[in-house]
């Protein structure tokens, strides 16, 4: 079945320092990968996507590239901010895109 | 409203007891999902509506867990005999169609069973 394994938390950066979230994937078929994030008190907020290989999807200065030849699709940031703190999930939607399957989620902490 | 609505917010119930975890989707959303997010882990899927039929119910962990949306659009969660292990927060999430488009969450139902 699909999986998605994300690096473990939790992450304590400095402000402007440059962040990379680790996450890959097995899937079956073609899966359209996702990054949302969560902050505190508030639902989950779609993020970026990527629909197909060497697709990157971008938002906010936040990067991903989907890596069909890694299975992976890392999240990266340039210069993070302190309002970036969250808990931010990697996830996969099967090729029918009935269901997303998530990773379980890595907290970001920035310090000023 | 704008975006997905659910109620309650926080519940808390006693082992045994029947708990309805309501969800509004965002007006005309076709699609409607249900997810189960443990404390510290990320969210796994529970059923999945497409208008007023549930196409997907393969996550449900019992027959504890019934949903519905019977006119297409609100849709309820119920969990009967309520158990510890049902504590998390129940989430549910609206799309405009099948398929891999951007799916919208509420900000979750928090259930304590004690």
């Known amino acids: 079945g699909n999986s998605v394994t994300q690096m473990e938390g939790p992450v304590t950066l400095s402000e402007e320092a440059f962040l990379t979230i680790n996450c890959t994937y097995t899937a079956t078929g073609y899966p359209s990968l996702f990054w949302y994030v969560q902050y505190p008190g508030e639902g989950l907020q779609l993020l970026l996507k990527?629909?197909?290989?060497?697709d990157k999807g971008s938002n906010k200065g936040f990067e991903a590239t989907y890596r069909k030849e890694t299975t992976s699709f890392h999240l990266e940031k340039g210069s993070v901010q302190v309002s970036d703190s969250a808990v931010y999930f990697c996830?996969?939607?099967?090729?029918?895109?009935?269901?997303?399957?998530f990773g379980e989620g890595t907290q970001l902490t920035v310090n000023p | 409203g704008a975006g997905v609505s659910q109620s309650p917010r926080y519940k808390v119930a006693k082992r045994g007891q029947d708990v309805a975890l309501r969800c509004d989707p965002i007006s005309g959303h076709v699609s409607l999902f249900w997810y189960q997010q443990a404390l510290g882990q990320g969210p796994e899927f529970l059923t999945y509506f497409q208008n007023e039929a549930q196409l997907d119910k393969s996550g449900l962990p019992s027959d504890r867990f019934f949903a519905e949306r019977p006119e297409g659009s609100v849709s309820t969660l119920k969990i009967q005999r309520t158990q510890q292990e049902d504590s998390a927060v129940y989430l549910c999430?609206?799309?405009?169609?099948?398929?891999?488009?951007?799916?919208?969450f509420g900000e979750g139902s928090w259930l304590t069973v004690v």
């Open positions: 990527a629909t197909k290989a060497d």
């Open positions: 999430a609206s799309s405009t169609r099948q398929g891999p488009g951007t799916i919208y």
């Open positions: 996830a996969l939607s099967s090729s029918s895109g009935s269901r997303l399957t």
